[in-house]
Nanobody
Framework: QVQLVESGGGLVQAGGSLRLSCTASGGTFNSYVMAWFRQAPGKERKFVAGISRDGANTYYSDSAKGRFTISRYNAKNTVYLQMNSLNPEDTAVYSC???????????????WGQGTQVTVSS
C-alpha cells in the first residue's frame, strides 16, 4: 500500500504564493504518475495538475496554467505544486494522487493523500 502525505498548505493573501509537497512511502514512487486535485467548499473535486513518471510531461487545468507548476523529485519520493498569483477562488483542500495515467477523473487514481488546506484571503 502506498501512503501519500501532503504538506505546505496555509493562509496566504491574494497575489501570494505557496508550495505544496506530497511525499510517498510504501511503494515505488517512480512507477506512478502523480496529480494534484482540489475541492472547494460546496464544489466537486477538480483536477489541477498532473505529471508523468519521469517528470518530462506536465498537464494543467485552465485555471492553473500559467500560475501553477507541478514537478517531482523521484529520489525523494516527492511531488510539488508551486502556486503563484493565488486568488480567493484557489481556496480549497488540495490532495495529491498516484495512478497509472494522468487523467482528470478522480476515481481512476489508485492512492490519495489526506489533503492540505489552502486559504487565500482577498
Amino acid at each position: 500500500q502506498v501512503q501519500l502525505v501532503e504538506s505546505g498548505g496555509g493562509l496566504v493573501q491574494a497575489g501570494g504564493s505557496l508550495r505544496l509537497s506530497c511525499t510517498a512511502s510504501g511503494g515505488t514512487f517512480n512507477s506512478y504518475v502523480m496529480a494534484w486535485f482540489r475541492q472547494a467548499p460546496g464544489k466537486e473535486r477538480k483536477f489541477v495538475a498532473g505529471i508523468s513518471r519521469d517528470g518530462a510531461n506536465t498537464y494543467y487545468s485552465d485555471s492553473a496554467k500559467g500560475r501553477f507548476t507541478i514537478s517531482r523529485y523521484n529520489a525523494k519520493n516527492t511531488v510539488y505544486l508551486q502556486m503563484n498569483s493565488l486568488n480567493p477562488e484557489d481556496t480549497a483542500v488540495y490532495s495529491c494522487a498516484a495512478g497509472a495515467t494522468v487523467t482528470v477523473t478522480p476515481t481512476l487514481y489508485l492512492f490519495w493523500g489526506q489533503g492540505t488546506q489552502v486559504t487565500v484571503s482577498s
